[in-house]
């Protein structure tokens, strides 16, 4: 088809070296100046682009669309603008801002997440404009700010602003498989209970360090128990003890100590149902232990896990036609970590899968990087699911 040909590397290396350039880490949310590159870039290719201010007046989104004659079907690309921090910058043996190329890699702080498929959407949306080919069905690119800290971007797009589709891909890493499921989150906190004393007599005290070593002792047996029942993409539910705090001083017992607990959910589970079951460990070990008291708080909102069918339509066609671009057909697959699909297929009810250019591993990574025939092979895919659906 002649349209791929208007993928070229080099191309994509100036645009994805541009992205990679401009810093957007989060926090502290510095989403502002890319998304303005965005609109100007795309409003230069004569898409209809936007900022959107909303969820957060100082860090826009941005959003640009390509009209069919008939507006109908619509289909929704996703990529978010913003990315983790660079972590110890001594730990970097190159630039983190650099897009510097080696040996068919691009290196940078977002290179695979999520900058390489925020360029492949880019470039594939505007191939298809310039082919000529003409669509019946409306196209929209979402730019969304707050992923990584979970914040509400791209559900404000869909729900309060109404760029919403029939289908959708989010560009998140994936090596180029096609992910149609996703754990749900929740974090919690259990604060355990103690008594403080002077540590030279802590038999006049409680102390709720130890009380908290007999409770992780416990999340073993319940996370051997959650691991059991297996979903077929996604493997067993997990719950980490991920952090803990107590103390204030050397020689002072500790009147509490705070568990922090990240617990990655199966479809079939609801987050109130896990809160209970972490409740219920508590309770049994009060019953045996009447000096042990813990509470329960949230941290954030959690969301549950997300799923559609393997042979959905939408990922049937992307798979095929990762297939005619790399001659693989891709697995059946899921994500043991959480995306924004998740607000298309909870929230909006719009069937949504994971795909895009980069290996998941190089994500958050000192020496980021991404395979640029990935990027290059992800923009044509792109391409013909676009024609396939809209055209």
């Known amino acids: 088809m002649e349209v791929l040909s208007q993928i070229r590397e080099e191309e994509v290396i100036s645009l994805l070296r541009k992205l990679v350039q401009i810093p957007s880490r989060n926090p502290p949310g510095e989403e502002r100046e890319?998304?303005?590159?965005?609109?100007?870039?795309?409003?230069?290719?004569?898409?209809?682009?936007?900022?959107?201010?909303?969820?957060?007046?100082?860090?826009?989104?941005?959003?640009a669309t390509l009209k069919g004659s008939e507006g109908q079907p619509t289909l929704v690309l996703n990529g978010h603008?913003?990315?983790?921090?660079?972590?110890?910058?001594?730990?970097?043996?190159?630039?983190?801002?650099?897009?510097?190329?080696?040996?068919?890699?691009?290196?940078?702080?977002?290179?695979?997440?999520?900058?390489?498929?925020?360029?492949?959407?880019?470039?594939?949306?505007?191939?298809?404009?310039?082919?000529?080919v003409g669509l019946r069905g409306d196209l929209?690119?979402?730019?969304?700010?707050?992923?990584?800290?979970?914040?509400?971007?791209?559900?404000?797009?869909?729900i309060d602003k109404g760029y919403r589709g029939d289908w959708g891909i989010v560009l998140e890493p994936t090596s180029l498989q096609v992910i149609t499921a996703e754990k749900g989150l929740l974090w919690l906190d259990v604060e355990i209970q103690?008594?403080?004393?002077?540590?030279?007599?802590?038999?006049?005290?409680?102390?709720?360090?130890?009380?908290?070593?007999?409770?992780?002792?416990?999340?073993?047996?319940?996370?051997?128990k959650i691991g059991e029942k297996k979903h077929p993409l996604l493997g067993g539910a997990v719950c980490t003890a991920t952090m803990i705090e107590a103390g204030i001083k050397e020689n002072v017992v500790p009147g509490s100590c705070t568990v922090?607990?990240?617990r990655r959910l199966l479809p079939h589970e609801t987050l109130d149902d896990v809160e209970k079951e972490i409740q219920e460990i508590l309770s049994d070990m009060n019953t045996r232990d009447p000096d042990f008291e813990?509470?329960?708080?949230?941290?954030?909102?959690?969301?549950a896990a997300a799923e559609?069918?393997?042979?959905?339509?939408?990922?049937?066609?992307?798979?095929?036609?990762?297939?005619?671009?790399?001659?693989?057909?891709?697995?059946?697959?899921?994500?043991?970590?959480?995306?924004?699909?998740?607000n298309f297929i909870n929230d909006a009810q719009i069937p949504a899968i994971i795909f895009g250019p980069g290996d998941a591993a190089d994500?958050?990574?000192?020496?980021?990087?991404?395979?640029?025939?990935?990027?290059?092979?992800c923009a044509k895919t792109l391409v013909l699911t676009i024609i396939n659906l809209l055209a």
């Not at 908290?212 to 319940?222: H, N, Q, S, V």
């Not at 036609?321 to 998740?342: F, H, L």
């Not at 990574?365 to 640029?372: K, P």
């Open 34 to 63: 890319i998304a303005e590159y965005v609109v100007e870039k795309m409003m230069s290719w004569g898409f209809d682009a936007r900022l959107v201010p909303e969820p957060f007046p100082n860090r826009p989104q941005a959003v």
């Open 81 to 132: 603008l913003d990315t983790v921090p660079l972590g110890a910058r001594e730990r970097w043996s190159c630039d983190p801002f650099s897009g510097d190329v080696k040996a068919g890699r691009l290196y940078g702080r977002g290179a695979c997440d999520m900058k390489g498929g925020i360029a492949a959407m880019m470039l594939a949306a505007k191939a298809v404009r310039e082919s000529g």
């Open 140 to 158: 929209i690119l979402q730019f969304a700010v707050g992923e990584e800290k979970g914040e509400p971007g791209t559900k404000t797009l869909l």
């Open 194 to 224: 103690g008594k403080p004393a002077h540590a030279s007599t802590p038999e006049l005290g409680i102390n709720p360090i130890e009380k908290a070593a007999r409770f992780i002792t416990c999340l073993r047996e319940y996370g051997a």
């Open 260 to 262: 922090t607990l990240d």
């Open 294 to 303: 813990g509470k329960i708080r949230r941290r954030g909102e959690g969301f």
């Open 308 to 342: 559609i069918p393997i042979n959905s339509f939408i990922a049937q066609i992307v798979k095929e036609n990762v297939k005619r671009i790399t001659g693989k057909m891709p697995e059946p697959s899921g994500a043991a970590y959480g995306t924004d699909a998740r």
């Open 363 to 377: 994500a958050h990574t000192y020496d980021e990087s991404i395979e640029i025939r990935q990027v290059v092979e």
